[in-house]
């Protein structure tokens, strides 16, 4: 039976907030990509609303492009406790910027975020989908997958493949996977054991979890959309009002 710490889900996440947001140029020039609004909410707080949702206690988010934006923002959240991770003096990536986060996010499985990206939950929401399905003795990594032909924003030849039991692999050259990386997952701090030091990408130690058998997925059963360059906060908008004129599930 799936191992889950704490038995609720994991108590702690983080946000990855500390982008400089290019393709989102000009409206990153004085505002931090996490802080541009969609739909009347910013991107950091719909990824928190999604944290907060979870039952998560503490939230980890870091800090870079306009860092003093986003600490006067979010001084005005009442929950969940946000903790910064301070990258002002370099940028570290997604695998860098979690490395350097690690003594505040403890030492269970916790969730991560992108917060570039929107999601509706399906029946049952996608964070307590994947606290459900955490198997510890088996997993480094659980990874929430979109299928990349109904994944909003995206147009690439997709990330993974996943068969019945969840165990994934990456695409090669001149296939086409059905599942693109949703930027949300739990881990296990152990997923860090010998990382680079410095910056580098989260797809150095996806690729050690899948060479290891500890790299596993579960499949959206929501929309999920990107929102990466100004074009597509109209467009994602659209679509928002769509889902809620049709009465697109999001518990």
């Known amino acids: 039976m799936p191992v889950t710490a704490p038995a609720s889900g994991p108590a702690t996440a983080m946000v990855l907030a500390a982008g400089l947001g290019t393709r989102m140029r000009p409206i990153t020039n004085t505002l931090p990509k996490c802080l541009v609004p969609v739909d009347g909410r910013t991107l950091l707080d719909r990824a928190l609303d999604r944290v907060e949702e979870a039952?998560?206690?503490?939230?980890?988010?870091?800090?870079?492009?306009?860092?003093?934006?986003?600490?006067?923002?979010?001084a005005r959240r009442a929950a969940p406790e946000i903790v910064f991770s301070d990258e002002t003096d370099g940028l570290l990536e997604t695998g860098g910027g979690l490395k350097k986060a690690l003594p505040l996010l403890g030492p269970q499985p916790f969730y991560?975020?992108?917060?570039?990206?929107?999601?509706?939950?399906?029946?049952?929401?996608?964070?307590?989908?994947?606290?459900?399905?955490?198997?510890?003795?088996?997993?480094?990594?659980l990874l929430l997958?979109?299928?990349?032909?109904?994944?909003?924003?995206?147009?690439?030849?997709?990330?993974?493949?996943?068969?019945?039991?969840?165990?994934?692999?990456?695409?090669?050259?001149r296939e086409v996977a059905p599942y693109i990386y949703s930027g949300c997952m739990i881990c296990h701090p152990r997923l860090f054991a010998d990382a680079p030091n410095g910056a580098f990408s989260m797809n150095v130690l996806f690729n050690r979890a899948l060479a290891a058998g500890r790299l596993h997925g579960i499949a959206h059963d929501g929309e999920w959309y990107h929102v990466g360059t100004p074009p597509a906060i109209k467009e994602t908008e659209r679509l928002?009002?769509?889902?809620?004129?049709?009465?697109a599930s999001d518990q």
């Not at 928002?240 to 009465?247: F, P, R, V, Y």
């Open 112 to 141: 991560v975020c992108n917060s570039d990206v929107i999601w509706l939950n399906g029946p049952v929401p996608a964070f307590r989908r994947l606290a459900a399905a955490w198997d510890d003795g088996r997993m480094d990594a």
């Open 55 to 74: 039952g998560v206690r503490t939230a980890v988010v870091n800090l870079h492009h306009h860092a003093d934006q986003v600490r006067a923002h979010l």
């Open 240 to 247: 928002l009002t769509l889902g809620e004129d049709s009465g």
């Open 145 to 173: 997958l979109v299928r990349s032909a109904s994944a909003h924003g995206y147009d690439g030849y997709g990330d993974f493949f996943m068969d019945i039991a969840g165990v994934v692999r990456r695409r090669v050259e």
